[in-house]
């Protein structure tokens, strides 16, 4: 496959789509974790592609998947923050070698070009569960739309993540417990640093490589 990246976003932008209409029931839940499924596992075949080793992020998407349907049937909270933990850390995981994909050589090709926006989702998606980590062992960590003190569900986890990490910062959703606010400050560095150094320098690659 000549661009293995935009298949990736593809997947992300497809999954992304169908959140709205899942819904938070319990076949809701289920339906959502067999998007984020279906995410991951593009993620991680995405990394066998890269510089990193691929086992390592499948490890980690497998601790991930099983703990948090083991968490949607019994509602263990521990299991329910092994399984956020273990699906940020894959997406991390994935981000970081996407990261390595894109910087392993002095030209940009267009794959790497997709590999940018793909990445992007990956860490908004990493930070949307670690969100979802911090409310699953303090439930007020959030004042959700509307005023309402509440767990959040997936879609406005994501939405959250996702204005943060770009620093657009449009968000009716705010951190409200200690750990919730420093995560929200960690992502917003997080995002301006990747778009000021690994954007801005895959810019710079592409405009040697039309230079030459």
């Known amino acids: 496959m000549r661009n293995p990246s935009r298949t990736l976003l ?3 932008l497809l999954a992304l789509l169908l959140y709205p209409f899942v819904g938070d029931s319990r076949a809701g839940h289920i ?5 984020s499924v279906g995410v991951l596992s593009a993620a991680v075949w995405m990394v066998h592609r890269s510089p990193r080793p691929g086992w ?3 490890v980690l998407a497998a601790i991930g998947v099983g703990a948090w349907i083991a968490h949607n049937v019994t509602g263990s909270v521990a299991l329910g923050a092994l399984g956020a933990a273990g ?3 894959a ?11 894109m910087m392993s050589d002095e030209r940009a090709t267009r794959d790497e ?6 990445t992007f989702m990956l860490f908004a998606e990493a930070y949307a569960w670690l969100f979802m980590l911090c409310q699953q062992w303090q439930p007020d960590a959030f004042l959700a739309p509307g005023g309402k003190v509440r767990p959040l569900d997936w879609v406005e986890l994501l939405f959250l993540s996702a204005t943060n990490f770009s620093a657009t910062g449009l968000s009716d959703i705010i951190p ?6 420093t995560l929200v400050i960690v992502e917003q560095w997080n995002g301006v640093m990747y778009m000021a150094l690994i954007v801005s320098r895959l810019a710079g690659m592409l405009g040697r490589t039309r230079a030459n």
């Open 87 to 89: 699906y940020a850390a």
């Open 176 to 181: 409200l417990s200690p750990h919730a606010r």
């Open 56 to 58: 390592i992020a499948g």
């Open 10 to 12: 593809w997947v992300q």
């Open 91 to 101: 997406y991390f995981y994935a981000a970081v070698s996407l990261i390595s994909y």
């Open 113 to 118: 070009l997709w590999a940018a926006g793909a």
């Open 31 to 35: 339906v959502s974790t067999a998007i």
